[in-house]
């Protein structure tokens, strides 16, 4: 009996694909991929893939797409379909039908919710982290929101969303390889500073710049020198700076806060408009893309990108604005509070709300007996810088600096170097006997292991940034300012949607990743219609490109999801939201100066040098207008 079921189920099998409709099969020939959730109003690009994509166009059925009973017909790219400017009306659920030559192959429904809830995630994560002072509930509750949202904004999806939120989003913020990278050589390098600081590196350090920094105000200008040292890399700027200098700082009664925007406002401001450096490959990569289908437009990348400099007014203003404070001694906002408790009572730290990035000095004080040796922490620190360098190089390909660095792959390098260094520090301390093996691994150890808490930050504002591409966030962004802008004014309402696209994500990569593909088109289109196109008119689209690449470290500034800011934090040793509170205020001075004095009067043709000599001056009369003095301090 069981060997005729068998032969029964075999025949019913075989009749069954043999006789089964052309129309599922060809279901399984075409794959389209929809969003989770439409945005009302918004429009959409959809593809319709096929296995077959070797076969020419016309040995294949054009398929059509029908949304919300609208037909669509689609263009061939790269053996694929692609249906242009999908668009939905009304909120609910709107039908999806893909049709083979008249049949219906696929049929779904996908919800479709008001486009203005895409922006409540981060804004919600923002404003609650800000009102009550606490990063981590503020980040789960806006990514709650979000995976709600992504949920059609149902009454199920109020329950679903919670879990989704970490079943797959943050997940996937953990399982990316320059994610886990990222957090890796971050442990790395922790690890590194708890070694040399218990093997008396770290006051050796401080014992060797005391005598030249003898100062709070020269013990500023030692770290602000230091960050300009570190110029390649963002990452590696504020994690090697602000660990190294925070025992001179507190030697000095500098505040933590003080110390982490130091780090904070010198490191993304000089990596995106330093010749050579590793945000240039992927930003320059950006332009290529975005300018490729722009035929009258024969400038190479490269090129767009140099001449963006000269328009890239908030980066040289923020870093004008942390020499000014220096030098003047001048504070305004929360940062003023917190100079004159550091120096009057001696107490760096702030009060610890967020606990990210707080360290227990005791975990991490020099071991008793060791003699205090500069060198066992700088060479160390050293074998990193030259490492990352060599990864650079390595991993980089091109005939110049600017390509090998540019095309190099960072994360590999910063990862190597960051071992370099640590295994260094080890070697180096347990040669000279100064440590035990296991108080070499407790110090390591304990220096890892305060990054906890900022790493889980880290992974819920990657989790954050995922949601917002996942709801077209920035979409929308763009389609509420509608089409219908002068030329003149693109570049400064660029520069303000990239200011709060990064802020709202959390990433200035991400904004400038959104936004240049879709900018730069947009930008040449409107200069076209206007005769704008000749040589003497590209300052527009220079002033625009600028927008996104200045604009996005803005918002990154100004955003307490930001991953630098969480990495400053950490590395200064600095409650997170006072540092965000705290550096907010010097970010809109020198935002504010950039945007009205740079960016709007050069856009209407105005010398690009005029408008960096204005935003300065601004930036300058608004520090005096604002700023207090805080009284220097020299230790006895």
């Given amino acids: 009996m069981g060997r005729g079921f068998f032969v029964w189920a075999s025949s019913v099998l075989l009749s069954c694909t043999l006789l089964w409709p052309s129309a ?53 790219s790269d053996g694929e ?15 999806v039908i893909l049709e083979i030559s008249g049949e219906v192959v696929q049929q779904t429904e996908v919800s479709v919710i008001p486009a203005w809830v895409s922006i409540l995630p981060p804004l919600v994560a923002i ?93 500023q200008l030692a770290v602000w020198s230091l960050g300009l040292l570190i110029f390649f890399d963002d990452y590696s700027n504020t994690l090697v700076v602000g660990n190294t200098s925070r025992s001179i700082t507190d030697r000095l009664r500098i505040s933590r806060e003080k110390l982490a925007y130091l780090v904070d406002s010198t490191a993304a ?140 792959n960072s994360y590999r390098a910063l990862m190597w170097a960051s071992l370099a260094g640590a295994l260094v520090a080890i070697v180096m301390t347990a040669a000279q006997r100064l440590l035990t093996l296991d108080e070499i691994v407790d110090g390591w150890v304990s220096g890892a292991r305060f990054t906890f808490i900022a790493m889980i930050i880290l992974v819920l ?57 879709l900018v730069l088109p947009l930008c040449w289109a409107i200069m076209g219609m206007e005769g704008l196109t000749a040589d003497k008119d590209y300052f527009i689209l220079y002033s625009s490109v600028s927008g996104v690449l200045a604009g996005a470290v803005w918002g990154d500034h100004c955003s307490p999801i930001s991953d630098t800011t969480v990495m400053s934090s950490l590395s200064a040793g600095c409650d997170h939201i006072e540092h965000v509170r705290t550096q907010l205020p010097y970010a809109l001075l020198a935002g504010a100066a950039a945007l009205g004095f740079g960016t709007l009067p050069t856009s209407f043709g105005l010398p690009w040098w005029v408008g960096m000599l204005g935003a300065a001056a601004v930036t300058v009369v608004g520090l005096r207008l604002l700023g207090q003095p ?7």
């Fill in 24 to 76: 599922i099969r060809a279901s399984a020939v075409y794959e389209i991929q929809l969003p989770q959730v439409f945005l009302e109003g918004i429009t959409y690009d959809l593809t319709v893939s096929s296995p077959a994509a070797n076969r020419s166009a016309a040995s294949q059925p054009t398929p059509l797409l029908r949304v919300d009973d609208f037909p669509y017909t689609p263009s061939r």
């Fill in 81 to 95: 379909w692609i249906f242009s400017d999908v668009v939905v009306t009304g909120t609910g659920a709107t039908g």
């Fill in 127 to 219: 404003g609650v982290a800000l009102l009550i002072r606490s990063v981590l509930p503020a980040l789960m509750l806006g990514l709650w929101l979000g995976a709600w949202a992504l949920e059609g904004l149902t009454a199920k999806g109020v329950f679903t969303g919670l879990f989704t939120s970490f079943e797959v989003y943050v997940a996937n913020a953990v399982a990316d390889y320059d994610h886990a990278t990222i957090m890796l050589f971050t442990f790395m390098i922790a690890g590194m500073v708890g070694v040399i600081s218990r093997n008396g590196g770290m006051r050796g350090i401080v014992e060797w710049i005391i005598t030249g920094a003898n100062s709070a105000k020269r013990g």
């Fill in 269 to 408: 401001p000089l990596a995106t408009v330093a010749l050579v450096t590793t945000w240039i490959g992927y930003q320059v990569s950006l332009i290529g893309d975005a300018i490729a289908p722009l035929d009258d437009l024969t400038m190479s990348p490269y090129s767009i990108f140099l001449n963006s400099i000269l328009y890239s007014f908030y980066p040289f203003m923020a870093i004008l604005l942390v020499v000014l404070v220096i030098t003047t001694g001048r504070e305004f906002g929360p940062m003023l509070a917190a100079e004159r408790r550091a120096r009057s009572t001696g107490v760096t730290a702030p009060p610890v709300k967020s606990r990210v990035g707080q360290d227990d000095e005791a975990a991490l004080a020099m071991k008793e007996g060791v003699p205090p040796r500069a060198f066992n922490a700088l060479i160390p620190v050293a074998v990193m810088i030259v490492g990352i360098l060599v990864g650079l190089y390595v991993t980089g390909e091109g005939d110049t600096i600017g390509e090998i660095v540019g095309s190099a």
């Fill in 461 to 517: 504002a990657w989790s954050m940034s995922e949601i917002s591409r996942e709801l077209h966030t920035a979409d929308f962004l763009i389609a509420s300012l509608g089409d219908t802008l002068p030329a003149a004014a693109l570049p400064a309402v660029i520069f303000v949607l990239a200011a709060f696209t990064a802020f709202s994500t959390g990433s200035s990569w991400g904004a400038m990743g959104i936004l240049l593909p």
């Fill in 630 to 636: 805080v009284e220097d301090y020299r230790p006895d």
